[in-house]
């Protein structure tokens, strides 16, 4: 799922390698929840520049370096534990 919700212009995903690849590019989480279905949706402020770095992802065109995407993926795991 992704989706962009107009009326607060946030962007909401629950594809954990797209949140790593925004994390590590430095696009900020502003919230998660958790769904009855156990996955997890994750909002992140929209803008043009976060779309162009959404099509870069699934279009495998924009690097991030590995230390980065694994670093992200820890803290984000840790806050989705961390968050009953």
């Known amino acids: 799922m992704q ?3 107009n ?8 594809e954990l390698a797209l949140v790593a690849a925004l994390v ?7 919230g998660l929840q958790k769904g009855e279905d156990r996955k997890v949706t994750f909002s992140f ?3 043009p520049q976060l779309q162009e770095a959404i099509q870069a992802f699934w279009s495998n ?5 590995p230390i980065r995407y694994f670093d992200a993926l ?5 806050r989705i534990y961390s968050e009953v």
Do not use: Q
């Open 61 to 65: 065109t924009k690097a991030v370096l």
């Open 7 to 14: 009326e607060d212009n946030i962007f909401l995903t629950h």
């Open 74 to 78: 820890r803290m984000i795991k840790s």
């Open 45 to 47: 402020p929209n803008s």
């Open 3 to 5: 989706k962009v919700l």
């Open 24 to 30: 590590a590019w430095n696009y900020p989480i502003v």
